[in-house]
């Protein structure tokens, strides 16, 4: 008999012997990878009313798989007049058992005809014996999986002395799991005679020996599955094995590690913590497909990429193999695994009217990478935006309970740098995706790319969009230079790297050190001799590309200041709030210059914690009552309600239609960026707006910080009347946030001292990095005169800083003289 090539056996054995619960649903002792999955090959065999009928249908359903069994095969083959029929025939006709050997030979036939190599076969209650099972090998057929579906004898013997048959209809009751209706059927149903508890028990007896015997053949295959469940877990457990023996998924015991709660952006960690220990990413991508709901992840579509720091590539590939092993079908993967942070959010929102479930973005944002830098991993939801809060934990949780993770190790690398490819990891379909196209789709529904286009081909008007090696970089030429015809100069730094290019890739005054020379300004925001042949408009984006800072010529905008003159301008000038802006918002430490534009222009005004998912629930909540939405924080991060995070690509272009709106006439001189905003200061008032960073302090020392500002106001009211610096303080307040949407509550966001004059000091302490403590200090105060707006920022708020400085005593508890960084 020819051996049977490219045929994966699977033998399901029913097991009633003496039943015990098993901890796991599925326990597997070792799976060995077929070959080649083509034509698969399955044997079952099941107790009397152990629904092996019932699987047998939905494998072949869902397989396409060609059913068998030796009764079929042998009445078959007598029809057909073939050599064995004949053979079988007689014995049959002389009332003998038909020996072993013929059967096995009517079954190997079977085995290796074209349509079971072709669709694969179910062969249903064979071998019975371990003769058998040495023949069927013996004839080439290898067998990848055991599969044993263990029911309680009692179970068993209860189904099937319970059932009952109406002989006019033949449809099968239960006693007491389906019971007859009540009258002539009640009175008709019959029992089968050798549906008696002794014969069952026979009937038991002799399969318990027959499993006996086979299931030491195929020890080294088995997977035990727990059949007294319901019918559809008990074949989602089926299905889980049959799949695993096809694609080679293999469940790897681990053990839990400690530290993987994500912050408002994620889990962040040096990339030493990560790269060195082999199970440590392993461990958290498992946890978050452990904490989804796997009819989510199960067929589902996945979107993969990030901002192609140091690291990213070779976590690509073992998020890959580990989504492909927890049932994903299809993962979206950017072109060199590259996809910003908006840009993840357009795929998941758009891509396909927004078939994926979700994505897992590979980004610290604006820390720095390379060797010695951060690494960052945090999963999106269905609609784009960051995980909530109670996915998180859920994660957090799930981290600290895993004991084992799915992966498909024996996987080829995935080609993820040419376009379009596709490839094949288990049952997983990996497509290379346009890291820009959808993003860029969605941001032309918020622009008039016309408009713009006929801007920046003014002979007066120069800018200069700095993308710090970021993933921002791409997005921003692909729109700026290739949509809206800017010169291919106009993009600095577009390139992303693994390490930035050894920049800090955060857009600051501080570290985006060549774009603000450019600007003519110097790292106080202050500016410089250059400023007078400095281009009109510069931006620049972070690692992710989800930030933005916002230059004129000689002239730093706030990031505070920025999402208030958006506000005041966003209905004429962009498209996307030209039927009007639905809602605002700002994270708390923002200044309080976008509140003064909402009461003026009655908007509705929300006032959330750090954190764009706050932001998000407001996009999405009241039946879309405040979209268009537009939102910003102080962190330099802005944007729309066009996808589900801050967008920093987003931000330059709507700034790019405020100055398009205010410079229709070209023949009339430019009005620059410092006249916009000095209009706004001059009809809204002007807030003065700095924060100090104070970065990787002792966390110990940084939690002092705050207990000593707290310790002035044990008591509010007897400790209001406080003089800090020179100014008299009215209370402390410790900032409570409860989301009008789900009516979540967000507690311990930050210390906000308040004084008289209307000046405030907000005390933050930040996760976002991936060692220490990073302490926040934010200082406010409003200025409505314009003879004063016009003041130095450090010198309009030299006062504020004294009395936030002597009241959290931060030099003397953290043993810092200045801070990091001055925003």
């Known amino acids: 008999m020819a051996i049977l090539r490219n045929l994966l056996v699977l033998s399901l054995a029913i097991s009633v012997n003496a039943w015990a619960p098993v901890s796991r649903a599925v326990t597997r002792s070792k799976v060995t990878q077929s070959a080649s999955s083509a034509g698969m090959g399955i044997i079952i065999a099941g107790a009397p009313a152990s629904g092996k009928g019932t699987q047998c249908e939905r494998i072949k359903e869902d397989y396409g798989v060609v059913h068998l069994s030796t009764g079929d095969l042998l009445r078959a083959a007598v029809a057909a007049k073939s050599p064995l029929g004949m053979e079988a025939k007689d014995y049959m006709d002389s009332g003998k058992l038909v020996p072993d050997q ?6 190997a036939e079977k085995l290796a005809s074209e349509e079971c190599a072709k669709c694969g076969w179910l062969l249903d209650g064979f071998p019975r014996t371990r003769a058998q099972a040495e023949a069927l090998a013996a004839q080439g057929a290898k067998v990848d999986c055991f599969v044993s579906l263990e029911v309680p004898d009692e179970a068993l013997v209860e189904r099937v002395v319970g059932r009952r048959t109406d002989p006019v209809t033949g449809k099968i009751y239960h006693t007491k799991f389906d019971p007859p209706p009540a009258g002539e059927i009640a009175d008709r149903v019959t029992q089968r ?40 877990v008990v074949y989602d457990e089926i299905k889980e094995s049959l799949d695993a023996a096809v694609h080679g998924v293999q469940v790897v015991p681990t053990t839990p590690i400690q530290g993987m709660k994500m912050g408002t952006s994620g889990l962040r960690k040096k990339v030493a913590v990560v790269k060195d220990d082999p199970v440590y990413l392993k461990n958290f991508v498992q946890a978050i497909f452990d904490a989804l709901p796997a009819s989510e992840v199960k067929g589902g579509t996945l979107v993969l990429g990030g901002d192609g720091r140091y690291y990213n590539r070779e976590a690509l590939q073992i998020i890959i193999k580990i989504a492909a092993a927890n049932g994903v079908a299809k993962i979206w993967v950017g072109q060199g695994g590259l996809l910003s942070t908006p840009a993840v959010s357009a795929v998941v929102r ?104 006929a801007l920046i081909a003014r002979p007066d008007f120069k800018l200069v969009f700095d993308g710090m090696h970021g993933a921002g970089g791409p997005g921003a030429k692909a729109v700026l230079c290739g949509l809206l015809g800017a010169p291919a100069e106009s993009c600095i730094n577009a390139t992303p790297l693994p390490d930035f290019g050894g920049g800090h890739p955060d857009p600051n005054l501080s570290y985006a050190k060549e774009l603000v020379e450019l600007m003519g300004l110097d790292p106080a925001g202050n500016p410089t001799k250059a400023a007078d042949r400095a281009p009109d408009f510069g931006a620049a984006a972070d690692g992710d590309g989800d930030r933005n800072m916002i230059l004129g010529r000689g002239f730093f905008v706030t990031p505070s200041d920025s999402v208030a003159i ?160 020179g100014l ?74 004294e009395a936030a400085l002597t009241a959290s005593a931060i030099k003397d508890l953290t043993g810092r003289n200045a801070p990091t960084v001055i925003t």
């Open 102 to 107: 013929l059967v096995i030979d009517l079954v």
């Open 193 to 232: 005679s050798d549906d008696t508890e002794e014969k069952v028990r026979v009937r038991l007896d002799q399969f318990h020996k027959n499993v006996a015997a086979v299931s030491d053949f195929y020890s080294g295959v088995m997977t035990v599955v727990n059949g007294d469940q319901p019918k559809n």
């Open 728 to 801: 008299k303080c009215i209370g402390l307040e410790e900032f409570l946030y409860e989301d009008p949407i789900d009516g979540s509550l967000a507690s311990n966001q930050g210390l906000i001292l308040n004084f008289l004059g209307g000046e405030r000091a907000v005390f933050r302490l930040s996760g976002t990095g991936s060692e220490g403590a990073t302490i926040r200090v934010y200082l406010e105060k409003y200025e409505r005169r314009k003879a004063n707006q016009g003041k130095p920022t450090a010198e309009a708020l030299a006062q504020v800083a």
């Open 350 to 453: 758009n891509r396909d009217q927004g078939q994926a479930f979700g994505a897992i973005v590979l980004t610290a944002s604006h820390n720095p990478g390379g060797p010695d830098g951060d690494f960052g991993i945090k999963y999106n939801t269905g609609d784009g935006a960051p995980a909530k809060e109670g996915l998180t934990d859920a994660i957090y949780q799930a981290t600290l309970n895993l004991g084992t993770y799915r992966t498909i190790e024996g996987a080829p690398e995935v080609d993820v740098d040419t376009l379009g490819a596709v490839s094949k990891v288990g049952g997983c379909e990996v497509e290379v995706v346009d890291p820009v196209e959808d993003y860029v789709a969605a941001l032309g529904e918020c622009f008039d790319f016309v408009a713009l286009e």
């Open 566 to 725: 958006l506000a005041a301008n966003a209905k004429a000038a962009i498209p996307q709030f030209a039927e009007g802006v639905g809602g605002v918002a700002r994270s708390m430490p923002t200044s309080r210059a976008l509140d003064v534009v909402a009461d003026a222009l009655e908007l509705d005004f929300f006032e959330t914690p750090t954190g764009w998912k706050f932001f998000g629930n407001l996009m999405d909540g009241e039946n879309g009552a405040y979209t268009p939405f537009l939102c910003g924080e102080e962190s330099f991060g802005t944007g729309a309600s066009h996808v589900r995070e801050k967008d920093g690509l987003w931000a330059v272009l709507a700034w790019l239609s405020v100055i398009e709106s205010r410079n229709r006439d070209p023949e009339a001189p430019l009005v620059p960026v410092r006249e916009i905003v000095e209009d706004h200061w001059a009809k809204f008032g002007r807030h003065f707006y700095s924060r100090y960073d104070y970065e990787a302090v002792d966390s110990a020392a940084a939690e002092q910080v705050m207990e000593h500002l707290r310790s002035h106001f044990s008591g509010v009211a007897e400790n209001a009347g406080l003089v800090f610096g």
